[in-house]
Structures are given as C-alpha cells and as structure tokens.
C-alpha cells in the first residue's frame, strides 16, 4: 500500500472527528430527562433498599422467637422428665419403705413366738 | 506563585505603582485562567471524544479536567504549556475512568458510546463527487476500525499525533513517556492502520478484478 493512501486516509479520519467534535460541542444541552430518570432511579434503589432492610429485620426477628420457642420447649421438656425421674425415684423409695417395713415387721416378733415363727420360715422355705 | 505570576504580568505593564492586592492577584489569575478554558476547552473535549467516542462522557470528563486544573492553577509551573498540562489531566482522568469501570465490573453503568459506523458519518467537508464521498467514509470507518483494536496508550499517542497534530516531545510530556517510547507506540499504531487499510484495498481490487 502506497503511503499517499494512508495520508490521505489519516486527514480524512482528522477532518472527520474534528467535523463531529465540533458539531457535538455546539449542540444544544438537554439536561431535564437525565435528572428525571435519576429521580426514578434514586426511588426505586430507597424503595429496594427499604424492602432489603424490612426483610432482613424481619427475618432476624422470626429467627429469635423461633430459637426462643424452641428453648421454652427444650426447658418445659427438661423440667417434665425431671418431675418424671423425681416422681419414680419416690414412688421407689415409698415401696422400699414398705418392704423394709413389712420385713421388720415380719421378722420383729415376741421371743415367745419365736418358735413359731420359725416354724412358718421353714414351711415356706418348703 | 499565581499570585507572583499575575503581580509580575502588572508590573511589567507599568500599571501598578502601588503594591498589588490578594483579591486583585486571585482576580487576574481568575481572568487568565477563564482565558486558558475558552481557549483549549474544545481540543480537550475533541480528545476526549476521539478516546471514548462517547460525546456525554466527553462532556463530563472535560469537566473534571478544568475543575481539576482550576484547583491545581497553583501549582502549575509554566515548564510546559497549559495545553500539554491539560492534556495530561485529560489523559488521567481517562485512563481513572476505564481502570474504575474495569473494578466495577458488577454496576452496569449505561454507556452512550456510539459505533463505528456512526462515528464514520461525520465527514470531512469539501468532497465533490459521491465516490470521493465513499472512499472518504470508508477509509474513516477502516482507521476507526484500527484505533479500537489499539492498546489505551497506542490510541492516545496515535490521537494525539493525528487528530491533535502534536509534536512527539508535547505527546512525550503529556503521556510521561519518553520520546523513543512515544515513536515505538506511533509506528505500531501506524503499522495495525495500515494494515486495516491494506487488506480493505486488496478486498476492494479483487473485487473489481472479479466484476
């Protein structure tokens, strides 16, 4: 390519952008759309943003009474078989009572009967 | 130093006997200043355009750039001229820009870039016939063509040499290139427009050949 055709393309490509440089720098401004359009966009990003945080108080919200029912329950659950254990514990230790009882009363016997008391063990023991 | 280099300018001019005031040092600096972005305002927005091909973007980063330079008018020394300075903030700020846009990859920032084609319609005036026209607006599309497949400091040392018609040591201090790196950047540009224009020709010949 002879170089004649790149100067002349060179200057064209000049004249073009100084032809456009100069027809944009005169242009009349319009700058009413713009900051229209950027009201709408500040309102919608507030309003996106009000909705962000509303959802995430919330959420956090419903986390800490979910995790605070979850604890009454877990502490109403502990307490039952608490109750649960101490009652059986009692009602263990009302019949050992008797059985101790029934035995002391069975083996405390007047030295008179004696005799027959021993009398009764061995046929039981038969 | 603003205020040294507007009380200089006066004396000089034999008009203040009496010592200079601060509001009226601030005020010539002020005028001169004023002076400088009616002056080079357009060529910056012109490079700007050419770089991003974006006139809104344009717009606001010639902005930036006055704001930037009216705020660093203090600093300037003179070793250069305003224009190479203005260039330079110009250069800054653009390359600020993509490396920000490059990070936020995520944000999807509306870009009012215009393509090739579009760019292409602007021609330069004084074509007669329609096939002048044509061949104009083709080798226009073909050169834009190459300067998007430029890397960021090809396309600014190419515009800056033949759209701004600078010389290499005012694009060397605008880019903080050396000039050697500067004439290397340039011939690579050259050879990749060059190339997009060869291979255009040759379509176009075998083209004609074949009809």
């Keep these: 390519m002879a170089d004649p055709l790149l100067e002349q393309a060179l200057g064209n490509f000049r004249q073009s952008v100084h032809a456009w440089s100069k027809a944009a720098y005169e242009r009349p401004r319009t700058a009413a759309p713009i900051a229209v359009h950027r009201g709408w966009r500040l309102a919608a990003s507030w309003a996106l943003g009000c909705v962000l945080a509303a959802g995430s108080l919330t959420g956090a919200l419903y986390k800490y009474h979910h995790r605070q029912v979850i604890e009454k329950t877990s502490v109403a659950q502990a307490r039952r078989s608490q109750q649960l254990a101490v009652q059986q514990s009692r009602t263990n230790d009302d019949e050992d009572l008797l059985a101790n009882v029934d035995s002391d009363i069975s083996r405390d016997v007047p030295a008179a009967m004696e005799p027959l008391a021993q009398l009764m063990e061995s046929s039981g023991d038969q | ?211």
């Design chain 2, 1 to 211: 130093m603003r205020n040294m280099r507007a009380s200089t300018r006066v004396m000089a001019a034999g008009a203040a006997i009496s010592p200079m005031t601060a509001e009226t040092a601030e005020e010539l600096a002020g005028q001169e200043f004023a002076g400088i972005v009616e002056s080079h305002r357009p060529q910056i927005f012109r490079f700007l355009l050419a770089s991003t091909r974006d006139i809104d973007l344009a717009e606001t980063l010639t902005q930036e750039c006055f704001l930037k330079a009216h705020r660093n008018w203090a600093r300037f020394r003179g070793e250069s001229t305003a224009m190479t300075w203005l260039m330079r903030i110009a250069i800054n700020l653009q390359k600020d820009h993509w490396r920000n846009r490059r990070l936020q990859f995520w944000r999807h920032t509306r870009t009012n870039a215009v393509d090739i084609d579009e760019a292409s319609e602007w021609l330069p005036s004084g074509e007669r016939t329609v096939e002048q026209r044509m061949l104009a607006r083709e080798q226009v599309e073909q050169v834009w063509k190459a300067v998007e497949g430029l890397s960021e400091r090809q396309r600014t040392v190419f515009l800056l040499r033949y759209v701004e018609e600078q010389e290499l040591s005012d694009i060397a201090q605008s880019t903080g290139l050396s000039e050697g790196t500067v004439k290397a950047h340039l011939s690579r540009a050259l050879g990749k427009v060059r190339a997009e224009l060869g291979a255009s020709y040759e379509k176009r010949r075998s083209a004609k050949s074949g009809a």
